[in-house]
Every structure is written in C-alpha cells, then in structure tokens.
C-alpha cells in the first residue's frame, strides 16, 4: 500500500466521523461511576513501517465505558514480528565495515545477514464517539503506548547490535474508526491508525470484532 493510498484511506474516514449524535447525552449520564470493563475487542490487522518490512499484527482491547459525552477508554495489548528492512541492515553493515577498516581489518567482511524485530506494545487510547448515518458509530481519538521491542538474529545475538535494538520505548498515535453492530452485543469495526515512535514509525489498518457484556450507552442498542 501507498503512502497515497493510506492518506486517501484516512480521509475517508474523517469524512464519516463528522458529528451526528455524540453517543453520550448528558455529563449527568456518563462520569466516572460508569467506568467499568464491560467489553473485549479482538483484532488483527497489517502495518508498514518505516524501517521493518511490511506484516500482520494482533491485539486485544478492553471497553472500560464512558468517561464523558461520547469519550470512551479503550486499554490494550498489541503484538507484531517482522525483519529489519534490508535497507536499514545494509546502512548497518556499512558503517561496520568502515570501522573494520579503519583497524586494518578486510573490506566487507561484516554480513548481518538477517535481522527480526518484535514488538509486544501496552496501550491506552482515548475514542471520541458519534453515530453516523447507515447505522454506523464512528470513532476518532489518540492514544499512548509503552512498546517492547526485541532484535535478533543469528549475527547479532549477543552483541551490541542486539543491545541497540532491544529497548523499550514512549509511542503516540492518532487513528479513526467505523463500528457497525451485528448485535447489541456484537459489532465489527475497522481502523486505520498512525503510530510514531523515537526510531519508528507506522501506518497500521486494523479489523475487529466488539463483544459487549456490561451495560450500554444510548446509540449503541441497534
């Protein structure tokens, strides 16, 4: 995917997410006092990166309810593994064989070959919520992140190489949704979201599935 067509995608969506009836009525109905982990949301979706070679995620997310008109607090686990764009090792290897050289070592002689990188991410995002026509609920917010991320591979194990991409790292993220519900109790949602990191970033588009147990907000029975 382009990044033309990622824009185009996030447009789209933008376009639908333009305030019909906010979810929540009233600060009276929604406060504090209707927080409460009433939900799971299962989700799989693909991400292009920066700098890793283009692959699947998966995640879980709880719905912890209302904690204003239409704000909701969404909690999560996200997980995604991919390879080290070849270009990024290629620029490592390079500066390695520099200093080789510089110490009288032989031209060339550092090949990483591959190199994996993974990502276990805890997440909160914040959902501003309106209903929109087609009996659609469209969702927009921004969220934080705590990303643990892994490097390995058969030339780097135990080397600095691996310290350098072993870390964990602050992220940030805008994204934008579309929930339709199957059910009271079960809806199906799509989002593209943004994610920018200190050493990485990412466009993700992801899918999923809402299943509801506690109780409901005005505009969510269908």
Not at 31 to 48: K, Q
Not at 77 to 91: F, H, I, M, N
Not at 158 to 182: C, K, M, P, R, W
């Amino acid at each position: 995917m382009t990044s033309r067509s990622c824009v185009g995608i996030a447009f789209v969506l933008l376009a639908l997410a333009v305030p019909g009836r906010m979810v929540g009525q009233s600060l009276d109905e929604f406060d504090y006092e209707n927080l409460s982990f009433r939900g799971v949301m299962l989700e799989s979706g693909h991400l292009w990166a920066d700098n890793a070679e283009n692959t699947s995620s998966l995640a879980i997310r709880f719905d912890l309810g209302y904690l204003a008109p239409g704000f909701r607090l969404v909690p999560g686990v996200s997980y995604w593994s991919s390879e080290l764009d070849r270009g990024q090792v290629a620029g490592l290897e390079n500066r390695l064989n520099e200093l080789v050289v510089a110490q009288g070592g032989a031209p060339g002689a550092i090949r990483l070959g591959t190199i994996d990188r993974r990502d276990i991410a805890l997440t909160l995002d914040g959902h501003f919520v309106w209903s929109v026509p087609f009996g659609l609920v469209s969702f927009a917010g921004a969220g934080v992140s705590a990303h643990f991320l892994d490097g390995s591979g058969a030339a780097i194990d135990d080397t600095f190489i691996e310290d350098l991409l072993d870390s964990v790292q602050a992220g940030v993220n805008v994204h934008l949704g579309l929930e339709y519900s199957l059910h009271d109790r079960v809806k199906i949602y799509g989002s593209p979201k943004v994610e920018l990191l200190d050493d990485l970033k990412y466009f993700e588009l992801r899918f999923g599935a809402h299943i509801l147990w506690g109780g409901l907000a005005p505009g969510e029975r269908r």
